[in-house]
């Protein structure tokens, strides 16, 4: 059974920054062709994806905000880290954590997270 | 960015109703398509994978089809738990981007 949580602060200031980390269980993400990816959604506007973290340790990244974002993982603790540079109220978001896998058409995210909101404000 | 369009962005429909939500793609993503169901405040949940193939445990009333730019959901007879948010989100290359969404509600 896969699972993905969630974990960090609700409230950061602007300018700070964010760090989420994404614990799991149920797979392992040295397995080839797994990976972790990172969507946001603020609150009742579509979903944003931001970064990805495959087993191989390739990552990729929003390029509207790569520059803000660094994704990592430790395979040891099951975990992927996210973190986010320079917060602003617009990134005011539920963020998602999820599990997914490459297939011979395409990568899909077949399991999430329940999400955490994370509110920018002074 | 490869941009998707997801059309309507709204419907109202009646139990029963077979329900076609669209999404376009602003170039070919051969069938590079996912589809996801998000239930209010609740997380998004996997529907079909590479525009039509039905992810497990999801009930046959809900079809995927296209490739290249235009691609279909359809939901053949809606049930009652079908009423939600539909996004479709292309894996052809990075930013894997996601449609804007289409909210199905109750008529």
């Known amino acids: 059974q896969i699972t993905l949580k969630e974990s960090g602060p609700t409230l950061v200031k602007p300018t700070q920054a964010l760090t989420l980390t994404c614990t799991f269980s149920?797979?392992?993400?040295?397995?080839?062709?797994?990976?972790v990816g990172w969507i946001r959604q603020p609150p009742g506007k579509a979903l944003e994806w931001l970064a990805l973290?495959?087993?191989?340790?390739?990552?990729r990244y929003s390029p509207s905000l790569k520059s803000r974002l660094t994704i990592s993982k430790d395979t040891s603790k099951n975990q992927v880290v996210l973190t986010m540079t320079n917060m602003d109220p617009v990134d005011t978001a539920t963020y998602y954590c999820?599990?997914?896998?490459?297939?011979?058409?395409?990568?899909?995210?077949?399991?999430w997270g329940q999400g955490t909101l994370v509110t920018v404000s002074s | 960015d490869i941009q998707m369009t997801q059309s309507p962005s709204s419907l109202s429909a009646s139990v029963g109703d077979r329900v076609t939500i669209t999404c376009r793609a602003s170039?070919?993503?051969?069938?590079?398509l996912n589809w996801y169901q998000q239930k209010p405040g609740k997380a998004p949940k996997l529907l079909i994978r590479?525009?039509?193939s039905l992810q497990s445990g999801v009930p046959s009333r809900f079809s995927g089809s296209g490739s290249g730019t235009d691609f279909t959901l359809t939901i053949s007879s809606l049930q009652p738990e079908d009423f939600a948010t539909y996004y479709c989100q292309q894996s052809y290359n990075t930013p894997q981007t996601f449609g804007q969404g289409t909210k199905v509600e109750i008529k």
């Open positions: 170039q070919s993503i051969r069938s590079y």
């Open positions: 999820a599990y997914g896998k490459m297939w011979q058409l395409g990568f899909s995210f077949d399991y």
């Open positions: 149920g797979f392992s993400l040295s397995t080839s062709g797994v990976g």
């Open positions: 590479a525009a039509s």
């Open positions: 973290i495959y087993w191989d340790d390739d990552k």
